[in-house]
């Protein structure tokens, strides 16, 4: 089992930068690829990011392309999201998952991911 604990959700204004961290438990996580998705009120949940298990392969939403910066530090167990020049369509829950085994790409789908954490809020104002 796979425990992911997400922080650093916030409020902030438009233009503004945030960046937060998922921390996993277990000894497994440089075998396991990670995403962050986002789920806003009223909508579906959606891939924003997802990095590779050594970080050599990312993938990011168009949505997010150029703004946002996924890394990952597997000597700490930790996947990190960089949220730059937040907008208010950025405004969500966010949410860390690690796929359910050893995974080499950086995947997007959801059904990928085996383990999620509770999310962080980020609310960005205009």
């Known amino acids: 089992q796979v425990q992911l604990v997400e922080s650093g959700g916030g409020l902030v204004q438009a233009g503004d930068s945030l960046r937060v961290s998922c921390v996993a438990s277990g000894r497994t996580f440089s075998s396991r690829a990670m995403g962050w998705f986002r789920q806003a009120p009223g909508k579906e949940r959606e891939f924003v990011a997802a990095?590779?298990?050594?970080?050599?392969?990312?993938n990011y939403a168009d949505s997010v392309k150029g703004r946002f910066t996924i890394s990952r530090e597997n000597v700490k167990n930790t996947v990190y999201l960089q949220m730059n020049s937040l907008k208010p369509e950025d405004t969500a829950i966010y949410y860390c998952a690690a796929t359910g085994s050893q995974e080499s790409g950086a995947p997007t789908p959801a059904r990928v991911y085996a383990y999620w954490g509770q999310g962080t809020q980020v609310t960005v104002s205009s």
């Open positions: 990095i590779s298990r050594y970080g050599g392969n990312t």
